[in-house]
């Protein structure tokens, strides 16, 4: 035998003993496959594709095809294969599926054995406090919530809402929502819609006649209690080309198809741009208001303009006031959160002025307090939500799921409710028992995921009032859904047919 046809055959054996290694690997893996009952679909279809064929750099194995495909870094005309196209297929086949299973008639139960009559026998056996068995009514009740479309409907035009919601901000009572809409033009316009139709068992939304349109970005809104509660609502407004930002002072009246009068205490306060703004409901700062700018808080008086300046560290991207006293917590891009006692007048740059201080990981993007005020809800750009003891200054829970990489996303506590809601930056919408921190529903998007995309959400028990609805009202582009606790409502009423 020739010297080079041994080295050949030496080679031929080399590579048939690799091949037909790699043909048991894969026989091996397929017989596993098969007795994996238990995974998820997502998950067995990824592992297939993972076994069914070696992986190779820079390209893709199409299980589907059969065959290999090369990635590129970006895009390209001639082949626009790339990772991230690939990913976000991949995260729309499984928001496609979730939401064709959400929108099944069973859903999973958020507990093991967790269903209406069971608690109800517990409770009538004296098992279960008052308490108790409405937090648990509650989680079975979201987790069965049905998804319906509502139409949003105005007494002078019938045409659909063209325009992608911004930001829905419910009042205390959650009887009215105040909208911000981004037109095609740019700018925003904004608004109030009202609720009506409790007494049949369905839920219409008018839409106010006189809206507003303004050129400005909007960063952040809140209701203000000025003559009376929820009789303001807080606007502030980002500066353009040689007009500096401000922050507006609106009446709720405004936008009114009833009330044709114009209201006092239309003010606007000049402000460089504002990242937050807090409204103080407690007596010994009336009619107060903060917002949070960059490295710094300035906390106002609607009425007679009197500004107290604090210096902060970072920019003051979430701020909420207590009820009981006049203290102000604020969360920054640096991760810290602090207090302000407004009582105190030390505002030096020792920042012995502030009352409590903590940490997280990334930037604070809300904060929450409890109605023991001694607890806060804080959440951040890393996705991380942790409710802290502000006396220990130790964060005592954690609410695992949510997803943020860099979005300026609110948090919402129903605390008699016992419930925690986040829409996170993949645009679903996770719900949390505020108790245990377990997770009780995650809820796709109607829409497919994208920036312009993510949803805003109000949830409450009363929807519209002391006698409203249940449920969650949720804002996706230029449409507005309603999940609903009752499973015999009845879409498609008018305001007419309410009466």
């Known amino acids: 035998m020739k010297r080079g046809n041994w080295r050949s055959s030496g080679r ?61 870094p970006g895009h390209n005309n001639c082949n626009p294969l790339t990772k991230e196209g690939l990913q976000k297929k991949e995260e729309e086949k499984k928001r496609s599926a979730l939401l064709a299973e959400d929108d099944g008639p069973r859903k999973k139960a958020p507990r093991t054995g967790l269903n209406s009559a069971l608690l109800l026998q517990k409770r009538h056996l004296g098992l279960l406090p008052p308490s108790s068995y409405s937090r648990m009514i509650h989680e079975v009740k979201v987790s069965g919530m049905q998804r319906h479309r509502l139409e949003v409907q105005s ?12 930001l829905i901000v419910a009042d205390s009572a959650c009887e009215r929502v105040f909208t911000v809409n981004d037109v095609s033009h740019g700018g925003c316009k904004y608004g109030i819609m009202n609720f009506h139709g409790y007494r049949k068992g369905s839920l219409s ?23 009376h509660k929820d009789s303001h609502v807080l606007l502030c407004l ?75 560290g970072s920019d003051v991207l ?50 929450q307090l409890l109605q023991d005020e ?53 645009c679903y919408t996770r719900l949390w028992s505020l108790n245990d921190s377990r997770l009780l529903r995650t809820i796709p998007s109607p829409h497919p995921a994208g920036k312009d995309s993510i949803p805003n959400v109000v949830f409450s028990s009363q929807l519209g009032g002391s006698r409203g609805l249940p449920g969650l009202l949720m804002a996706v582009r230029h449409d507005l859904y309603y999940y609903s606790y009752n499973k015999d409502y009845q879409e498609g009423l008018t305001l007419e047919d309410q009466c």
């Open 318 to 367: 979430a701020q909420q006031f207590a009820l009981r006293a006049p203290v102000l917590f604020n969360g920054c891009r640096s991760g810290e959160i602090f207090s302000i006692d407004l009582r105190q007048r030390d505002r030096g740059r020792s920042h012995s002025w502030k009352t409590s201080r903590f940490f997280q990981e990334s930037a604070i993007t809300s904060v």
């Open 374 to 426: 001694n607890y806060l809800l804080a959440a951040d750009m890393l996705g991380k939500i942790k409710l802290w003891d502000i006396r220990l200054k130790r964060s005592v829970r954690n609410y695992d799921g949510h997803h943020n990489e860099y979005a300026y996303l609110p948090i919402h506590v129903n605390e008699p409710e016992g419930l925690l809601l986040a829409v996170g930056q993949d």
């Open 155 to 166: 007494s002078n035009s019938t045409s659909p809402n063209t325009d992608n919601f911004h």
């Open 205 to 227: 939304v008018e839409m106010c006649d006189n809206l507003y349109f303004t050129n400005r970005k909007l960063n952040s809104v809140c209701w203000a209690s000025v003559t």
């Open 12 to 72: 031929d054996r080399h590579r048939h003993h690799n091949q037909s290694q790699w043909r048991s690997r894969q026989r091996s893996a397929h017989e596993e496959q098969e007795y994996s009952s238990d995974s998820a679909s997502g998950d067995a279809s990824s592992s297939s594709a993972s076994t069914s064929a070696p992986e190779l750099p820079g390209f893709y194995f199409d299980p589907e095809k059969n065959r290999y495909f090369r990635l590129l």
């Open 238 to 312: 980002v500066g353009i080309s040689q007009t500096p930002g401000c922050v507006s002072l609106l009446p709720a009246s405004l936008f009114s198809n009833f009330n044709p009068d114009q209201p006092g205490m239309l003010c606007s306060f000049k402000i460089s741009t504002a990242w937050s703004c807090a409204w103080c409901l407690n007596p010994q700062a009336d009619k107060t208001f903060s917002t949070g700018l960059s490295r710094r808080v300035i906390v106002t008086d609607a009425v007679t303009g009197r500004r107290a300046t604090y210096l902060a």
